[in-house]
């Protein structure tokens, strides 16, 4: 493994790597030093925009706003830069790998932040772009695992609409889970009358709305990404495979409580009791989607095999 | 030529001055107007600003000949009402002083209610009286929009206007942690107490688009339902209005709740879990505390609006410290800049009386060198005035080293140098 090979794989794949294996997945033979050159600085610049809106509604006044005008700035740079590493990774590596999805989403959280920042609703990037880097600082220590089959199903035109879609579906449910989060900051702010500093949050109203339109762009992004995977699979698996695919059946389950949660949210105009149970069952539900059973259960295109 | 000799700020104010006394010197634009027109043509003074508000009647000028007390005089003279004189409430600034205050009026950090917005339209619209009367000369015109300047930088640049004060404005702060904007929404005022008609008219004033008022003598609510276009109600209708309404403001005499949790859950289940605000200024409370723990419910009672007028006062003095330390800056800047333009025109006096001695010298010496002809005579003009140029480049030079480095007294030994030994200064003298 050459000297920029090992900088852009995690430490724990050099060994494996090392024998010549590709069990560890790490991108085979094309080279990746512009991609770590790349996707280094956009946790860099995620990390500066995290602190200046850690900084900025502290002190108040022209500072604080300067500093948040600022962070927004700087999302906007790391998202630019964000934007040319996943290219860089469709091009030159491989995107569609289980590092590159992590990345991907917190592409997309990235773009949800920038899509908000007006008025009062700015303020939801100082979740919501921490959120990001971390989720795209996962994707970078993560060994770059791919779909196994993908190599003996060869190409399609619908595998790229579809993980753009599902990235993108991901991508609205991580949103809506942090604008609940901060939304149940300010009721139980509001309940405990801890009033200091509440202005510098959006208000009930609008983070309900927010909230019930990340979970709307999810399910209907989210039902697109299966369809059209179904589309990819009827290319390139055998008749039935899909639906029997545990991963394929499990999103269904994840797309079907978010869409009773969505329905259940707009019939109470965005006031739905328990709106942290809907999106927390539903978050905790994704996450073992993509952490538990990518590697717990074999299937046609879960990551772990 | 020093700053203090530019510009004078006399006035009164209400850290000064009673309101009776204030409301009798309170001039109107065409007042304004006059009284700018009689200090410049009379030559009390050479230019002249008047900030006359409801809290302040100030003079800004650059004094006539005969200096601020003729000035304070002008002012002195008019009655404060009674046998009363004028004199204990005037209170007078000069040079960089005058500078600061004007700066501090218009930042809104000397108004009865700091950060409060409306003193800079004032100032803005006295700067356009003065203008239209034609009394701002290259003192005030420069001070003028310097001041709007500082005023605006102090504005963005601090908290000192974003934070809130006073019961009314409390409350609509704390419904717009519930609604982005209180435009369309609908309120109820249950009671007609003072607290609760601040409230209301500050919540009318946000955007409420329909006010409810009950009360148990109807025709008050009727009589303040009117004032809103609102809709006067009995008291005991209304649970029955409670569904219809996102912001409920509570403020009687009752010595028992006059809302109670059956009544609200039931009107929030008809609101499909819409959150509701209720404030209960009452004390003893007129809303159940129990209604607090509904969870669409948001319930604030009087010490939580006071928390929030508090931490918007404390604030606001934070701000200020910071914006008064940019006024001061800002007007110690200016006092320099000043300095600097009444030293041009020492300067410039001090260039003619020179020119004026060398044509003095040139005259007499044309006498005696008459068989000088055209040429001859143009050469010794050239010559002459070369002469002078290089003569007071160094002094002067050195003048206004002096003004940039704010030693004035150093500038003064310079030009005094000049003046005229029957007293009186160079300027006037040439």
Same mark, same amino acid.
């Given at each position: 493994?050459?000297?920029?090979?090992?900088?852009?794989?995690?430490?724990?794949?050099?060994?494996?790597?090392?024998?010549?294996?590709?069990?560890?997945?790490?991108?085979?033979?094309?080279?990746?030093?512009?991609?770590?050159?790349?996707?280094?600085?956009?946790?860099?610049?995620?990390?500066?925009?995290?602190?200046?809106?850690?900084?900025?509604?502290?002190?108040?006044?022209?500072?604080?706003?300067?500093?948040?005008?600022?962070?927004?700035?700087?999302?906007?740079?790391?998202?630019?830069?964000?934007?040319?590493?996943?290219?860089?990774?469709?091009?030159?590596?491989?995107?569609?790998?289980?590092?590159?999805?992590?990345?991907?989403?917190?592409?997309?959280?990235? !773009?949800?932040?920038?899509?908000?920042?007006?008025?009062?609703?700015?303020?939801?990037?100082?979740?919501?772009?921490?959120?990001?880097?971390?989720?795209?600082?996962?994707?970078?220590?993560?060994?770059?695992?791919?779909?196994?089959?993908?190599?003996?199903?060869?190409?399609?035109?619908?595998?790229?609409?579809?993980?753009?879609?599902?990235?993108?579906?991901?991508?609205?449910?991580?949103?809506?889970?942090? !604008?609940?989060?901060?939304?149940?900051?300010?009721?139980?702010?509001?309940?405990?009358?801890?009033?200091?500093?509440?202005?510098?949050?959006?208000?009930?109203?609008?983070?309900?709305?927010?909230?019930?339109?990340?979970?709307?762009?999810?399910?209907?992004?989210?039902?697109?990404?299966?369809?059209?995977?179904?589309?990819?699979?009827?290319?390139?698996?055998?008749?039935?495979?899909?639906?029997?695919?545990?991963?394929?059946?499990?999103?269904?389950?994840?797309?079907?409580?978010?869409?009773?949660?969505?329905?259940?949210?707009?019939?109470?105009?965005?006031?739905?009791?328990?709106?942290?149970?809907?999106?927390?069952?539903?978050?905790?539900?994704?996450?073992?989607?993509?952490?538990?059973?990518?590697?717990?259960?074999?299937?046609?295109?879960?990551?772990?095999? | 030529?020093?700053?203090?000799?530019?510009?004078?700020?006399?006035?009164?104010?209400?850290?000064?001055?009673?309101?009776?006394?204030?409301?009798?010197?309170?001039?109107?634009?065409?007042?304004?107007?006059? =009284?700018?027109?009689?200090?410049?043509?009379? /030559?009390?003074?050479?230019?002249?600003?008047?900030?006359?508000?409801?809290?302040?009647? =100030?003079?800004?000028?650059?004094?006539?000949?005969?200096?601020?007390?003729?000035?304070? $005089?002008?002012?002195?003279?008019?009655?404060?009402?009674?046998?009363?004189?004028?004199?204990?409430?005037?209170?007078?600034?000069?040079?960089?002083?005058?500078?600061?205050?004007?700066?501090?009026?218009?930042?809104?950090?000397?108004?009865?209610?700091?950060?409060?917005?409306?003193?800079?339209?004032?100032?803005?619209?006295?700067?356009?009286?003065?203008?239209?009367?034609?009394?701002?000369?290259?003192?005030?015109?420069?001070?003028?929009?310097?001041?709007?300047?500082?005023?605006?930088? #102090?504005?963005?640049?601090?908290?000192?206007?974003?934070?809130?004060?006073?019961?009314?404005?409390?409350?609509?702060?704390?419904?717009?942690? *519930?609604?982005?904007?209180?435009?369309?929404?609908?309120?109820?005022? #249950? %009671?007609?107490?003072?607290?609760?008609?601040?409230?209301?008219?500050?919540?009318?004033?946000?955007?409420?688009?329909?006010?409810?008022?009950?009360?148990?003598?109807?025709?008050?609510?009727? =009589?303040?339902?009117?004032?809103?276009?609102?809709?006067?109600?009995? *008291?005991?209708?209304?649970?029955?209005?409670?569904?219809?309404?996102?912001?409920?403001?509570?403020?009687?005499?009752?010595?028992?709740?006059?809302?109670?949790?059956?009544?609200?859950?039931?009107?929030?289940?008809?609101?499909?879990?819409?959150?509701?605000?209720?404030?209960?200024?009452?004390?003893?409370?007129?809303?159940?505390?129990?209604?607090?723990?509904?969870?669409?419910?948001?319930?604030?009672?009087?010490?939580?609006?006071?928390?929030?007028?508090?931490? %918007?006062?404390?604030?606001?003095?934070?701000?200020?410290?910071?914006?008064?330390?940019?006024?001061?800056? $800002?007007?110690?800047?200016?006092?320099?800049?000043?300095?600097?333009?009444?030293?041009?025109?020492?300067?410039?006096?001090?260039?003619?009386?020179?020119?004026?001695?060398?044509?003095?010298?040139?005259?007499?010496?044309?006498?005696?060198?008459?068989?000088?002809?055209?040429? %001859?005579?143009?050469?010794?003009?050239?010559?002459?005035?070369?002469? #002078?140029?290089?003569?007071?480049?160094?002094?002067?030079?050195?003048?206004?080293?002096?003004?940039?480095?704010?030693?004035?007294?150093?500038?003064?030994?310079?030009?005094?140098?000049?003046?005229?030994?029957? /007293?009186?200064?160079?300027?006037?003298?040439?």
């Amino acid at each position: 493994m050459g000297v920029w090979r090992r900088l852009y794989a995690p430490p724990w794949t050099w060994a494996s790597d090392a024998k010549g294996s590709d069990a560890a997945g790490v991108i085979g033979g094309r080279e990746e030093a512009p991609l770590l050159v790349v996707g280094l600085p956009v946790l860099g610049v995620y990390g500066a925009a995290t602190w200046l809106f850690a900084r900025g509604p502290a002190s108040g006044g022209q500072d604080a706003s300067d500093r948040s005008a600022k962070a927004l700035r700087a999302t906007q740079a790391a998202a630019a830069l964000h934007l040319g590493y996943l290219i860089g990774l469709a091009t030159l590596g491989e995107i569609a790998s289980y590092a590159a999805s992590w990345s991907a989403v917190a592409f997309g959280v990235a !773009v949800a932040a920038l899509a908000l920042s007006r008025g009062r609703l700015a303020s939801l990037a100082r979740w919501l772009v921490p959120t990001a880097a971390v989720l795209h600082g996962i994707g970078m220590v993560l060994p770059a695992s791919r779909v196994l089959a993908l190599d003996e199903l060869g190409g399609s035109l619908w595998l790229p609409v579809h993980l753009a879609l599902v990235w993108a579906a991901l991508s609205g449910f991580v949103a809506e889970f942090c !604008v609940t989060v901060v939304e149940q900051i300010v009721r139980r702010r509001l309940k405990a009358k801890k009033l200091a500093g509440l202005g510098a949050f959006p208000a009930l109203d609008a983070l309900a709305r927010v909230r019930v339109q990340a979970l709307g762009f999810g399910v209907v992004t989210l039902a697109l990404g299966v369809a059209a995977g179904g589309m990819w699979a009827s290319d390139s698996l055998p008749h039935g495979a899909w639906l029997a695919d545990p991963k394929v059946g499990f999103t269904l389950a994840v797309w079907a409580w978010y869409a009773t949660a969505f329905f259940a949210h707009r019939r109470h105009d965005g006031n739905a009791p328990r709106p942290l149970v809907w999106s927390g069952v539903g978050f905790a539900a994704l996450l073992f989607l993509f952490v538990g059973l990518d590697f717990v259960v074999s299937g046609f295109h879960a990551y772990g095999g | 030529m020093a700053a203090e000799d530019a510009l004078v700020a006399i006035g009164l104010s209400h850290h000064t001055a009673p309101v009776d006394v204030r409301e009798r010197l309170a001039l109107d634009a065409d007042g304004v107007r006059r =009284e700018l027109d009689a200090l410049v043509a009379g /030559g009390v003074a050479r230019e002249a600003l008047v900030v006359s508000t409801c809290n302040r009647v =100030e003079l800004y000028a650059v004094p006539g000949q005969d200096g601020v007390e003729r000035l304070r $005089e002008h002012w002195s003279v008019r009655p404060a009402g009674g046998r009363r004189s004028l004199d204990p409430y005037l209170y007078a600034h000069q040079g960089v002083d005058a500078v600061r205050h004007l700066f501090r009026v218009a930042s809104s950090l000397d108004s009865l209610v700091v950060g409060e917005p409306q003193i800079l339209g004032q100032v803005k619209d006295a700067v356009k009286l003065a203008s239209g009367v034609g009394t701002l000369g290259a003192v005030l015109n420069r001070l003028t929009q310097r001041t709007l300047w500082v005023a605006k930088q #102090v504005r963005t640049r601090t908290d000192i206007g974003k934070s809130t004060v006073g019961v009314g404005n409390a409350g609509v702060h704390l419904a717009e942690q *519930l609604f982005t904007t209180l435009e369309g929404r609908r309120a109820m005022l #249950v %009671g007609t107490g003072e607290m609760g008609r601040q409230v209301a008219a500050a919540m009318v004033h946000a955007g409420v688009s329909e006010l409810v008022v009950a009360n148990r003598t109807f025709e008050r609510a009727v =009589e303040l339902a009117s004032r809103y276009a609102g809709t006067p109600i009995q *008291l005991d209708r209304v649970p029955d209005y409670l569904s219809g309404v996102d912001i409920v403001i509570v403020a009687t005499g009752a010595s028992s709740p006059v809302l109670r949790v059956p009544e609200v859950k039931a009107a929030l289940k008809a609101r499909r879990g819409a959150p509701q605000f209720l404030v209960d200024l009452s004390v003893p409370r007129n809303v159940d505390p129990q209604v607090d723990s509904l969870s669409s419910a948001f319930l604030f009672n009087i010490d939580d609006l006071r928390q929030v007028t508090q931490a %918007g006062m404390d604030a606001r003095e934070a701000a200020s410290q910071v914006a008064e330390r940019f006024v001061a800056q $800002e007007a110690d800047r200016f006092a320099r800049r000043l300095a600097g333009l009444g030293v041009n025109e020492h300067i410039g006096d001090v260039v003619r009386i020179a020119d004026q001695l060398r044509q003095e010298e040139i005259d007499r010496s044309i006498r005696v060198l008459s068989q000088l002809d055209e040429d %001859g005579r143009e050469a010794l003009d050239a010559m002459t005035r070369a002469l #002078v140029k290089k003569l007071l480049h160094r002094p002067l030079g050195k003048v206004r080293d002096a003004v940039g480095r704010g030693n004035d007294a150093l500038a003064e030994a310079i030009l005094s140098a000049w003046d005229d030994p029957e /007293g009186g200064d160079a300027g006037e003298d040439g």
